[in-house]
């Protein structure tokens, strides 16, 4: 299947510093890419979803000031923690929609990030 | 609107027995439906999907499933479970915009 590789896996921060996550997908040109934040143990939650050049969607409930995302080309989307707190520590996984693929949906292997 | 439901947050069967992980799903549009795995730390892989066409639907790793619209089910089954069939598993359901929604989770136990 068609691949989408986040980096960085594992990142460690300081309570109030910014922190990017990025998302690509290597082998084929996403127009749409989606974030999910997953708690231990739990599902994974929708936090937007991203369109190549104009600005994300965010779902009800996500700090669109607090988590940035940016889809600057068909290959890569960013998020950004900013002013990261401990309980913005989680698991985020974003997802790349593979058009000549029926439209199926891969993922990336995630990011844990760790606020300390 | 789409959402998902997994019945079961556990599940164990012994290795060799059959694996049954069931997903009830609700869409307002016919749903993309979808079965996802995830080792500890890892991302997700596709097991499989469904769209459009053969409502059974083979995947991966031997396992199937069957879109039953009469049910609005999509139910996750395999033959003779294999120890590292252990892992979590996500169904989930897309309509027309494809933003993807999850169930909550089965976690399945495989006793040697």
């Known amino acids: 299947g068609a691949v989408v590789s986040q980096h960085p896996s594992r990142v460690i921060c300081k309570s109030g510093t910014s922190v990017k996550i990025e998302c690509r997908s290597l082998d084929f040109q996403a127009t749409t890419m989606f974030w999910y934040r997953q708690f231990p143990k739990q599902s994974l939650m929708l936090m937007a979803t991203s369109n190549e050049g104009s600005k994300a969607t965010y779902e009800q409930g996500v700090e669109k000031d607090k988590f940035l995302i940016n889809h600057a080309s068909l290959t890569l989307s960013t998020l950004t923690v900013t002013s990261a707190h401990p309980e913005d520590s989680s698991f985020y996984i974003c997802s790349a929609r593979y058009p000549s693929s029926g439209n199926t949906i891969y993922f990336g292997e995630g990011s844990w990030l760790t606020v300390v | 609107a789409q959402s998902v439901t997994q019945l079961g947050s556990h599940v164990s069967v012994s290795e060799g027995a059959l694996v049954l992980l069931r997903c009830n799903y609700s869409?307002?549009?016919?749903?993309?439906l979808f079965w996802y795995v995830q080792y500890p730390n890892q991302g997700l892989q596709l097991l499989l999907k469904?769209?459009?066409?053969?409502?059974l639907v083979k995947g991966i790793n031997g396992f199937e499933a069957e879109f039953k619209k009469s049910e609005t089910s999509f139910h996750l089954t395999k033959p003779s479970a294999h120890m590292s069939d252990a892992a979590e598993y996500f169904c989930?359901?897309?309509?027309?915009?494809?933003?993807?929604?999850f169930g909550a989770g089965t976690r399945l136990t495989v006793k040697p």
């Open positions: 989930a359901v897309s309509g027309n915009n494809n933003d993807m929604r």
């Open positions: 469904y769209t459009t066409g053969a409502t």
């Open positions: 869409s307002s549009v016919p749903p993309y």
